[in-house]
């Protein structure tokens, strides 16, 4: 299978009010109302993020696009081939997302992921609130994300064998410090040079997602929109910092879905037929201090057990 791209993430919301103010005055993307939701726009598509009225906060699901319908014919036989139960989308699902057609099916962890062929889009200019001039989109996806998988080695498993992602490096997370229990993260490429579209997170995360990663054309724009967080009132989940793998220069914020939202520039494309599979024994090379947010949840999830 070639999964071209991450598409779009769906997400389940209480209050898309908030999301509507979280995206366009600190994220600086651009909100759109939809019968069925809320469209959050980052370049000329119709929509990167889609809010749906829900129940909880949190994050729903992945779509995964796929490029032709020859493709998207070989996808779904493969599918079936693997025993993987597929769900078809319904008209209302087809129309949020601005796609020619998509199918669902849920992961070993139990994370959606959906099958999108194609995209729908009138190309009408991005124009950001906050004035970011663009995202780096493309071919590259609009980002990355970072799913739950205390299972790791099965889900990993799934997306290498049945999905077709490539893993391009792995690291070892120790949040209770040296000495303590190990997780693991796998992070994963799909069919474009993007160093990871997917993270495999060997933990539970109540959520559905550990966080979004969205890429901006320069240091400047990360600066505006740490600018902006600060003004918000919105949580720094870690400060600025340069990550080894994928050397990205971001820090991360927390959004109305419980999980965060990392807003960086200067990631690296990759040409995978160049590439060497590597275990990271640091997560940044300067920076990122995740005590500020994720490791003060993880100090308190300690100390209430």
């Not at 240091?219 to 600060?230: I, T």
């Amino acid at each position: 299978m070639r999964v071209a791209a991450l598409s779009y993430s769906l997400i389940e919301a209480t209050d898309l009010a908030a999301w509507r103010r979280f995206g366009e005055d600190v994220a600086g993307f651009s909100a759109h109302p939809h019968s069925h939701g809320l469209a959050l726009r980052i370049d000329e598509r119709a929509g990167r993020l889609f809010i749906v009225p829900g129940s909880t906060d949190r994050y729903a699901g992945s779509g995964w696009e796929i490029a032709s319908e020859a493709e998207f014919a070989a996808a779904k036989a493969e599918l079936a081939g693997h025993g993987v139960e597929w769900h078809q989308g319904s008209r209302d699902e087809i129309a949020l997302r601005h796609v020619f057609d998509m199918i669902w099916f849920r992961d070993p962890a139990g994370n959606r992921h959906e099958l999108a062929l194609g995209y729908v889009t009138g190309f009408e200019p991005f124009r950001s609130p906050a004035g970011v001039p663009h995202f780096v989109t493309g071919p590259l996806g609009f980002g990355h994300t970072v799913l739950p998988a205390p299972n790791i080695a099965e889900c990993r498993k799934f997306m290498t064998e049945v999905l077709g992602f490539g893993l391009a490096d792995i690291l070892i997370h120790r949040p209770m410090g040296p000495g303590g229990p190990a997780m693991r993260i796998d992070f994963m490429h799909c069919a474009n040079g993007r160093h990871h579209s997917l993270a495999l997170f060997e933990g539970e995360v109540p959520s559905g997602c550990v966080h979004l990663m969205v890429e901006v054309p320069s240091l400047d724009e990360v600066g505006r929109a740490y600018d902006r967080m600060l003004a918000s009132g919105a949580r720094l989940m870690a400060t600025l910092g340069k990550h080894t793998n994928d050397h990205m220069t971001s820090f991360y914020m927390m959004t109305p879905g419980g999980f965060a939202l990392e807003y960086g520039f200067g990631g690296r494309t990759i040409d995978w037929g160049h590439h060497t599979l590597f275990e990271s024994t640091s997560v940044s090379l300067w920076g990122h201090d995740f005590s500020v947010g994720f490791g003060a949840d993880e100090k308190a999830a300690r100390a209430a057990a």
